[in-house]
Structures are given as structure tokens and as C-alpha cells.
């Protein structure tokens, strides 16, 4: 069994460099989350800079974006959490300068681990991902709506 050491997170500083909500990050995602009282909402439109194979967002960036938007989920509903578990399920390719549309929302609280959803889809409601995940809560304040 691996011991891991105690991590202190400060959640008061800024995130202006995370690389999937930070808008000071040169290379970052820039996403920003909107929350209605039950869902977390954002739309993202890929560049060049986040492709795989040409013309294709890279898989490992539709995941980051999934792992964002519930982070994002537990956020609004006032948790500092760490993904403990993750699965996702890639449905199609999403394409280069194409809009996508990301949603996420807590489907349990369990005090200490929360499970979330979140999909990616088109404009016009195709599914491109979809993910769920355990995120283990570090620490609770008041819900907001930034993170």
C-alpha cells in the first residue's frame, strides 16, 4: 500500500492559472461555468492548439474538460474536491472549431465522496463524451458560483 503525504490546498488563492477555468493561462481551456441551481453549463469551442490527430480534438483534452466541469459541479454546491475515480466514454469524434456544449451535476453526496456526470455534446444535442466521477471532498464553505 502506498502512504500518500498530507496535501495542504490553499482553495482561497486565485485560479487564474488552472489550466481548464484559468483566463490568465496562456495555453489553458478558459472555461467559465455557469450555474443554474442544479446544473454547471459552459460552451467551448476547440483551436488547433488542443488537437490529436488533424482536425480532432485530442481525447485526452475532451477528457480534462469532463474532469473540469465536475470539479465545477461539487464547486457550486460549496465542496473543495480532488477526482478519486474516473471513467469516460468517448462517443464520437469532436472536431476542430467546433462548439461544444458541456453540463455537470452531483448525482450523490455522501458527505466525504460526491459522485458527478458530465457530458459534452453539439449545438445540436449529439453526444461527443460523457464521464462520471468520485471526487473525494477536502473541505466544505459556503455555495458559489466561482471557483
Known sequence: ?????QLAVDFDKRYSMCFGCGQDNPIGLKLNFKWDGKTARTEFTPGKLYQGWAGLLHG?????ILDEAMGYAAIFEGMNCVTAKMQVKLIRPALIDEPLIIT?????NARRLVETKA????K????VAEGTATQFVISTKPASNKK
Open 124 to 127: 445540436d444535442g449529439t453526444p
Open 119 to 122: 457530458n459534452i455534446s453539439l
Open 1 to 5: 500500500m502506498v502512504n500518500w503525504q
Open 104 to 108: 455537470s451535476s452531483i448525482t450523490r
Open 60 to 64: 485526452g483534452i475532451i477528457i480534462c
